[in-house]
């Protein structure tokens, strides 16, 4: 399995963001998408997440495509504290907020928010 997270970059605050995460070697639509974010010194937390019928949580906006295998979250209003490797997750079951509740994960792309 991989997942291949993208588009981070240095925006600026207030602008804007859109990642993706291309997944291969699974039954993408049969999996629960998730993404979380890790700064320096701090733990890795929940983002958003998207069941594999469509159901989301958690704050910005998170989309998928079942053709192309593809997750996007989608970033508006970005702040200084945003700043973070951001990582694109895989999981199966009920969807759930929490690290251990993800089976595969990406090696992430980092996205930096000046002030």
């Known amino acids: 399995v991989q997942l291949q997270a993208s588009g981070g970059a240095l925006v600026q605050a207030g602008g804007y963001l859109r990642l993706t995460c291309a997944a291969s070697?699974?039954?993408?639509?049969?999996?629960?998408m998730g993404w979380f974010r890790q700064a320096p010194g701090k733990e890795r937390e929940f983002v958003a997440a998207?069941?594999?019928?469509?159901g989301v949580k958690g704050r910005f906006t998170i989309s998928r495509d079942n053709i192309e295998n593809t997750v996007y979250l989608q970033m508006d209003s970005l702040k200084p504290e945003d700043t973070a490797i951001y990582y694109c997750?895989?999981?199966?079951?009920?969807?759930?907020?929490?690290?251990?509740?993800?089976?595969?994960w990406g090696k992430g792309t980092e996205v930096t928010v000046s002030s």
């Open positions: 997750a895989a999981g199966i079951g009920r969807l759930v907020t929490t690290v251990p509740g993800y089976k595969y």
């Open positions: 070697g699974l039954t993408f639509r049969s999996y629960n």
């Open positions: 998207i069941s594999w019928s469509g």
